[in-house]
């Protein structure tokens, strides 16, 4: 209303000076020359006025038809008659708003709506987000323990191989050092074993000879009595001298058993034992040290396979936890999104 006022105001203005204007042009034309009929009077002291008057249509240079901006909207009341005067701030006209006023109201109570729905969709955005971020947070927090435990079980047991290798290593120099003495100690307890055996047959040897000879002469004792018990002669005393002969023969193998079974014996108890005594200490030494290597290897064996087995296991935790992170924070970047497009909006 007070843009109409103005308006008006400026209108009333080029008016006025436009009427200026025209009486100035006026005031400034030459008249035209016509016949003038003389007339004369007496002289006298009087005051003389100078009128112009004229007909015609005045119009401002510039016009503004002011209209209002409202439509369909009932005129109450007219507060001005054409041609007054009006200033700026002049109420000119009023018109029954209570349509508009209805329609306002209808509208701001649409709006109130609107906005109740948009707060409500809005704190319901928010607490999905909040929601996410809490199932986001939790999911990582489970995935990123699974590869805490993945790796700790992977660690555990390349600490246990690294301790094993370790003791592989330090059983196996051991064994490296040892092996050329047992493999001198061997030969020579080889060697004394060689003539021990050898010796241990010899004994035997004769030891089955002299009872062979004494299983003859046994036999020949035994006939002999049953000829005598039977009553038959010893034909040229044959039985009795070979018996004669056999336990000559059994005393020569007695002596030669003797011998042969006190060299065994000496050989046995100095030489023999000695060298046993000797090897027995290396040899149970060399032979612990190879089957503690041969254990620390099948260790080392099973424990590779199982470090494989857990690095592979460690390695997918790893891809679930990338993808979990990856997953979970797309979906809480595109709720964020959401929920600032509609602050926006």
Known sequence: MKKIKNKKKKIIIAIVVLVIIVVIINFSKPKEVNEVKIETEAIEKRTIAQSISSTGVIKANDTKDVTSTLTGMKITSVN?????????????????TSTLANNLNDLQKSVSVT??????GME??????????????????????????????????????????????????????LEPQYIQAEANFKNVENAYKEKERNYNSK???????????????AQLAQMNANGTPDTNGNVAN?????????????????????????????????????????????????QAVSG??????????????????YDGTVTAYNTAVATSNSSVASMQDNVTNQQLA
């Open 296 to 313: 620390l290897q099948a260790q080392v064996s099973s424990l590779n396979a199982n470090a494989s087995s857990l690095k592979s296991a």
């Open 115 to 120: 906005n109740a729905q948009t707060n409500l």
């Open 124 to 177: 319901g955005s928010k607490r999905s987000l909040n929601d996410a971020i809490v199932a986001r947070d939790t999911q990582i927090s489970e995935s990123k323990k699974q590869v805490d435990s993945a790796a700790n079980a992977y660690n555990d047991v390349q600490n246990q191989l690294n301790q094993v290798n370790a003791q592989l290593a330090n059983q196996s120099a051991a064994l490296a050092t």
């Open 207 to 221: 030891l089955n000879d002299v009872n062979v000879k004494q299983a003859e002469i046994n036999s020949l004792q």
């Open 242 to 290: 070979q018996i004669a002969t056999k336990e000559t023969e059994l005393q020569t193998l007695n002596t030669q058993l003797n011998v042969v079974q006190t060299d065994f014996e000496l050989y046995k108890t100095s030489t023999f034992n000695t060298a046993v005594q000797n090897f027995t200490p290396i040899q149970s030494q060399y032979t612990a040290l190879s």
């Open 80 to 96: 001005v008659k054409e041609g007054q005067k009006v200033s700026a701030g002049d109420v000119i006209c009023t018109f029954d």
